[in-house]
């Protein structure tokens, strides 16, 4: 008696091969800020961060590209992705082409002095330069004249013709 293929299931870490679950364990990434590093063998090549413009699969036309200002990821540039989660419970990526790999991880967020912040904060504004002050419109009765005259109505009727 032979049963089906189970179809596989990772927690928390993995080496996927299936073009479909790549896609689908990548997809957090799209329209992220992320830092890359490319090594071939154990060097380093390149490295830098960059925003995941698009994730795409089964288009043989559209390039996997890493630059400063975007990130396209073709599922089909890669044989498998192995992944893995981080204590801070994010994921790291590792996207390989024989011996070649790119690493893909969440850009880190820092402050201005470049210390790390946990999580999102609410934007800081410096309001100690501001005024504010109230405007409000003038009435019929303290201006003695209608502050919109172009929708005055004229109690005679239009006679011309």
């Known amino acids: 008696m032979s049963t089906a293929p189970t179809a ?8 996927v091969s299936s073009r479909v679950d790549m896609q689908n364990i990548l997809r957090p990434l799209l329209k992220q800020t992320v830092s890359y590093r490319y ?10 961060s960059g925003w995941v ?3 795409v699969v089964d288009d043989p036309d559209t390039s996997t590209y890493f630059t400063p200002i975007s990130i396209s990821l073709n599922v089909d540039s890669f044989e498998h992705l192995e992944f893995d989660t981080r204590p801070d419970q994010l994921l790291v990526y590792s996207l390989v082409q024989g011996d070649e ?11 201005e002095d470049g210390a790390p912040v946990r999580g999102a904060r609410q934007l800081e504004f410096d309001t100690s330069g501001y005024v504010q002050m109230e405007l409000t419109g ?11 005259p172009a929708r005055h ?8 013709g």
């Open 8 to 15: 596989k299931f990772f927690v928390n870490q993995g080496l």
């Open 39 to 48: 090594q071939r063998g154990r060097e380093l090549v390149a490295h830098g």
């Open 53 to 55: 413009e698009r994730i």
């Open 101 to 111: 790999r790119v690493i893909i991880e969440y850009a880190p967020l820092t402050s």
């Open 138 to 148: 003038l009435t019929d009765v303290d201006a003695g004249t209608d502050p919109e």
């Open 153 to 160: 109505q004229s109690s005679e009727t239009d006679t011309e």
